[in-house]
């Protein structure tokens, strides 16, 4: 791991004398180590993008070196060089999970570790890949007795038993067992994705990473991305709100009604973090813990950022937290949204601005951060700093000890003393721009995505406190809940469609398990429309990926309207002139395609996919406490073979 910038060299012991030839060694090793240096640090050959803040109390694991990038002391600095290319290949990865205690801010907890790494190993690949990941459950005496792994915005097509979600597509991997997730990634799809736990609540404890897919260079124009997009380099930045207490006790929390005061018998406030990481890396000011609330804490230094180039950098950025949507902030500079959720590429017409948000949890932007004419110093850096804001929204709950604002230094080193690249793609600049007015890329007009719909489906969410569970908070979508009572019992997948509701737990007796059927065809589109009935908004990912006709990176659905909705008022396209009155608001020439979007309360989203990948495939709320008390519905689109049933049971272990 790079130096800090302010390191100091150890103190050397008296020098003795040195036989001659051990003396011209030394004066030569000496000359070349100084040679090394000067390269690196020189102002021809600038910096690499790197995250230069010790990890506390994480043990690093001795591995082989296998990739030359591997020891540049920064784990989350992307390398697109290695991988768009070469053809695709088979890419194997042997990863063990633990749990031990460590210092991610300065306050001792427990976290899970991947090969002893935290946060996990980020996976670059390239599109066509296979991948082969061996995961082993080392989490012994665990709580919940199960560990699956999802693959945040992957299509799954053919492979729906990888898609790593417990109770829906596989049973959860026991105490000291193994198992592999096998699967190609699709030709067409790049873009910046993530995988993370989907069993219990372990995301939150950091059970989570990054997974790059890198475009090839087009065979046509042989151009990358760096040129087609004028950037230096690409870096990861996976952010997340923190908590100083594990998961499940901040989940214990939440459903007990007597630790929270209610906004209404509609929404209940959401337990607030107490810290803020980066890339695994935070800074609490041990100072601010509750007396009530005591923690074992260390003081640490702010997280510090070392980038260079004259033309851009490009952040791939992914909100890994429970609850927290985020915004962000540049200083001496703008940014430009290029994509969200992978391979949703943005209009050309999206402007540039210093400040951009709110991004949600399981949402990702890349976006470029563009310097501006602001002098660099007599060594050609440039000191500046990019703030962080945790939005109040989705934790309402006041903590005293969090800061909401955090500020993060960053060094830009430059070639000269100003920046002399002159962009070709020139935006206009606003102060601010909020991602949720985003809109896509123009769709051809002969795209069957400007046809209507062979099916309209309809869903209600919502979140109240149910005095069948004792007074605890609970979810429902179209009344009924996605929670699976029992990890190691065979997955919908496995088992019948009549046997399905005998896994779940439900609101109350009067409720039972009901998953929405949708027949597939590869030219049959669906359009999902969702009502958010609460006063706070969801996020909310589907699994499903579908594949878009006429583009070349469609991978999710294309949301063609999001709307906010006076008090009191829903959209229920079967309304008669509800379809017709909000026709106006629907979006087909420049929709948005992602795979995790945020429904504002009180409103709706339209989204629109075409069925062509069967299976079962949960649709949920990813702010995690929500999602642990129900809201989720599986979504089954055509029908599961017995081939798919058979490789669904081979999930499950004695």
């Not at 207490?245 to 007990?256: G, Q």
Request: with cysteine; glycine share 6%.
């Amino acid at each position: 791991m790079a130096a800090p910038l302010n390191y100091a060299p150890p103190r050397h012991s008296k020098p003795r004398r040195l036989p001659l030839c051990g003396g011209l060694l030394l004066l030569l090793v000496t000359a070349t180590l100084y040679t090394v240096v000067a390269l690196r640090y020189s102002h021809a050959t600038p910096l690499p993008f790197s995250w230069i803040a010790p990890q506390h109390g994480v043990a690093e694991t001795t591995k082989p070196v296998t990739d030359a990038h591997e020891n540049d002391g920064d784990r989350f600095a992307l390398h697109p060089e290695s991988h768009i290319s070469r053809p695709p290949r088979t890419l194997k990865f042997d990863w063990k999970v633990t749990r031990q205690q460590a210092r991610p801010d300065g306050v001792l907890r427990d976290v899970y570790l991947i090969n002893g790494e935290f946060i996990g190993p980020t996976i670059e690949a390239r599109s066509g890949d296979e991948l082969q990941i061996t995961v082993t459950n080392n989490i012994f005496n665990d709580t919940d007795a199960g560990l699956a792994m999802h693959w945040h915005g992957l299509l799954m097509n053919g492979v729906n038993e990888m898609d790593g979600v417990t109770g829906v597509t596989q049973c959860g991997i026991p105490e000291g067992q193994s198992f592999t997730y096998k699967f190609r990634i699709d030709p067409e799809q790049h873009g910046t994705y993530w995988y993370h736990a989907h069993s219990a609540v372990k995301r939150a404890d950091g059970l989570y990473g990054g997974l790059i897919i890198h475009r090839p260079v087009d065979d046509e124009m042989k151009q990358t991305d760096l040129l087609r997009h004028e950037y230096d380099a690409e870096r990861l930045l996976l952010i997340s709100d923190w908590y100083h207490r594990d998961a499940d006790t901040v989940l214990a929390e939440y459903k007990d009604y007597t630790n929270f005061a209610y906004e209404s018998l509609i929404a209940i406030f959401q337990p607030a973090a107490d810290s803020l990481l980066i890339n695994g890396v935070g800074s609490y000011n041990c100072s601010m813990a509750r007396p009530g609330r005591p923690v074992d804490c260390t003081e640490t230094v702010v997280p510090e950022f070392l980038l260079a180039g004259d033309k851009a950098i490009r952040l791939r950025i992914v909100n890994t937290g429970a609850a927290a949507g985020l915004s962000f902030q540049l200083r001496n500079g703008t940014m430009q949204l290029l994509t969200v959720d992978g391979d949703g590429y943005t209009s050309k017409n999206t402007p540039q601005a210093p400040t951009m948000g709110v991004l949600y949890p399981g949402e990702r932007m890349d976006v470029l951060l563009l310097p501006d004419e602001t002098p660099a110093d007599e060594e050609y850096v440039l000191n500046t700093e990019i703030k962080i804001v945790l939005d109040a929204e989705l934790m309402p709950m006041k903590n005293w000890a969090l800061e909401r604002i955090q500020d993060f230094p960053l060094k830009w080193r430059r070639r000269g003393v100003s920046n002399t690249h002159a962009r070709q793609d020139v935006r206009k600049v606003v102060e601010i721009f909020n991602v949720k007015d985003a809109e896509g890329a123009d769709m051809p007009a002969e795209s069957a995505i400007h046809n209507a719909p062979a099916e309209t489906a309809l869903l209600y969410t919502s979140l109240s406190v149910n005095n069948f569970k004792h007074n605890e908070p609970w979810a429902e979508v179209n009344h009924t809940s996605w929670v699976w009572k029992d990890p190691k019992a065979k997955p919908l997948l496995a088992i019948d469609r009549d046997e399905w509701a005998n896994g779940t737990e439900q609101a109350n007796h009067m409720r039972t398990f009901r998953s929405p059927w949708y027949e597939s065809g590869q030219d049959r589109w669906i359009d999902l429309v969702v009502n958010n009935v609460d006063d706070k908004g969801h996020p909310f990912h589907l699994g499903l990926k579908a594949n878009i006709i006429h583009q070349q990176h469609g991978y999710a659905f294309y949301v063609i309207a999001a709307r906010q909705l006076d008090l009191g008022r829903y959209y229920n396209p079967y309304e008669p002139g509800a379809a017709e009155q909000e026709a106006q608001f629907i979006n087909t020439k420049t929709p948005l395609l992602k795979d995790t979007v945020y429904i504002p309360s009180r409103g709706y989203v339209a989204l629109r996919f075409r069925a062509n990948n069967p299976g079962v495939w949960l649709m949920h709320c990813h702010v995690l406490w929500h999602q642990a008390v129900g809201m989720g519905v599986v979504l089954q689109i055509g029908n599961i073979t017995e081939l798919t049933q058979q490789k669904a049971s081979q999930t499950c272990m004695a």
